[in-house]
């Protein structure tokens, strides 16, 4: 849910807790991996809606 602020306006920085939890959570090796499979998934959903 935190990764959902990367495609939407709610911006993470107003609540400094959360945003340096976010930024702990992302440099964990697993978090990177799916963070990273989940980018792959959404950019082809992102072609898939300007192609419609």
Do not use: N, Q
């Amino acid at each position: 849910m935190l990764h959902w602020s990367v495609a939407t306006p709610v911006d993470l920085t107003k609540w400094p807790a959360l945003s340096a939890y976010f930024s702990r959570l992302r440099e964990r090796p697993a978090i990177a991996k799916a963070l990273g499979e989940e980018r792959v998934l959404y950019m082809e959903e992102l072609t898939r809606h300007k192609a419609a």
